[in-house]
């Protein structure tokens, strides 16, 4: 069955390019090299704040170079010369219970590279980029797209058409395929239960056009540009050399989860999908890459036919993984029972996300206290503190215990070093989906999480009235509102392609 269902993504596949590009081949990466928290261009010697799933090299770290990576071992792509990485955030089904479950990717992932344009490039040494933008939650241009003859203006511009290069295709193999980036959102959990029993396929284009000098630049984006129509075109003033074409495509099996009450997310917190964001790091063998643009002009896509290459088993592209390190081997990248890995919230948009995980703050055990016949715990105290709901102030009420009356004999005051205490405010997301009708059909409650917090400082004395002197509680940070609304999509068949 397996066979049978890829053989049915070839298919689909090879209808996707041939009146766009005279030659392209299809590297396929059956395994998967690694799912963990790493992005060695955008967070280099850190963990990630956000799950990728990550193709390729067998050296991928938290700080991977080129040589590092053409140093590895093995690769779970197909072609042994090509070491390179490939990875993207992963797509998660976020359960009622609060939990995340790794949606399972359909015969790994698919790297085309395509030779559009005249006398092309191959990577140059030490070259990476990214595609896509993980904080965006909306898009801001025409839906459907118009025509590409009409793509004039801002239709053609950078930000336009970084926006124009994600797509999410709806599988349904007894149907026609769908046009290749024709839809820049992914579809609600409703319309994938419907209508894509084969699952989604997320498709990724990067920048083809470079500036003929920087191998990467601060933000891995500005020393290459798109040509004028995503994949094809003109390139712009002053990113003129032609690179090799590199374009994305993962399929999810979304259709497992059919009937299941929950909706899908990506690792970075994005259920809209227009926060979809893939990235690149080159580790060709020195000249391999450039003697296969020009020799291997076959339209059939088939990575067999490039005599330049050496192509491994599909078995021993699973056996390749790299890996974990040590600051996050235990963390379970597949079944997350809080919410996303790292804490990476939810954020639905239309505004920019912030991609802030919760802080954690740790609560001081204080010693019990006590003068004469008053016994305090300053624990209790902090226990007596609840975290306010999300539609209720939080109050904190105190109480004065009196000492017996003073004698006439003198008393000696004794002062105890002030104690400092921190009350902290939490807050919980509660994302509620409704359907088109504006009727609720699912729940789900997000991790805790810290809003506000404030230090006060405990005096205790003894003289003829002991007592507890306490500094004022500031009102908290008034929490914002969390409730996601999910609005269902319309279907539409668009009746244009690549034109």
């Not at 124009?164 to 959102?185: Q, T």
């Not at 997350?336 to 609560?363: C, Y």
């Not at 002197?469 to 999910?486: C, I, R, Y």
Request: hydrophobic share 35%.
């Amino acid at each position: 069955m397996q066979d049978i269902r890829l053989t049915a993504i070839a298919m689909a596949c090879l209808a996707l390019f041939p009146s766009y590009a005279t030659a392209f081949w299809r590297l396929p990466c059956r395994g998967r090299s690694g799912l963990a928290r790493l992005d060695p261009i955008v967070e280099p010697g850190e963990v990630s704040s956000h799950a990728h799933a990550v193709h390729g090299a067998g050296g991928f770290g938290m700080s991977s170079s080129q040589e590092e990576l053409r140093n590895s071992d093995c690769t779970s792509c197909a072609v042994t010369e090509d070491k390179s990485a490939y990875w993207a955030p992963a797509l998660y089904f976020m359960h009622t219970n609060g939990s995340a479950q790794v949606v399972e990717e359909v015969g790994g992932m698919l790297a085309y590279y395509l030779l559009y344009g005249e006398d092309i490039h191959a990577f140059p040494d030490d070259f990476r980029m990214l595609a896509g933008d993980p904080f965006q939650r909306n898009f801001t241009w025409p839906v459907p797209d118009p025509p590409k003859s009409e793509w004039t203006g801002d239709q053609a511009s950078q930000k336009a058409l970084r926006q124009k290069a994600i797509g999410f295709n709806c599988l349904n193999y007894e149907k026609a395929p769908e046009d290749s980036l024709h839809r820049h959102h992914m579809p609600d959990k409703a319309y994938l239960d419907a209508h894509c029993t084969d699952g989604i396929r997320f498709e990724l284009m990067f920048p083809s056009c470079w500036n003929g000098k920087d191998a990467d630049s601060h933000d891995h984006k500005s020393h290459v540009a798109y040509p004028s129509l995503v994949m094809d075109g003109t390139c712009p003033e002053g990113f003129e050399t032609r690179l090799v074409s590199l374009f994305y495509e993962t399929i999810w099996d979304t259709y497992a989860f059919k009937g299941v009450e929950g909706y899908f997310a990506l690792a970075n917190g994005d259920p809209t999908g227009y926060g979809y964001h893939g990235d690149f790091m080159n580790a060709w063998d020195d000249g391999v890459l450039q003697k296969a643009i020009e020799t291997c002009t076959s339209d059939s896509g088939v990575v067999e036919e490039c005599g330049v290459f050496t192509v491994q088993s599909e078995d021993e592209q699973r056996q390749c993984q790299f890996p974990i390190p040590s600051d996050i081997e235990h963390e379970n990248c597949h079944m997350h029972d809080d919410g996303l890995p790292g804490g990476m919230p939810v954020e639905w948009g239309p505004s920019r996300a912030t991609m802030k995980a919760p802080t954690t703050t740790k609560l001081i055990t204080l010693p019990t206290i006590s003068i004469g016949d008053i016994s305090i715990d300053p624990n209790t105290l902090l226990d007596n503190l609840h975290a306010p709901s999300t539609t209720e102030a939080a109050t904190t009420a105190f109480t004065t215990t009196s000492t017996p009356s003073p004698t006439p004999t003198p008393v000696t005051s004794t002062i105890i070093d002030p104690i400092t205490e921190e009350i902290i405010y939490l807050q919980r997301d509660v994302v509620v989906l409704c359907d088109g009708n504006g009727e609720t059909y699912s729940t789900s409650t997000g991790p805790l999480r810290t809003v506000s917090s404030t230090i006060t400082t405990i005096m205790e004395t003894s003289t003829a009235v002991s007592y507890v002197k306490k500094d004022t509680v500031p009102e908290p940070v008034e929490p914002e509102q969390a409730a996601g609304h999910a609005r269902r999509h319309l279907h539409h068949r668009h009746g244009h392609g690549h034109n």
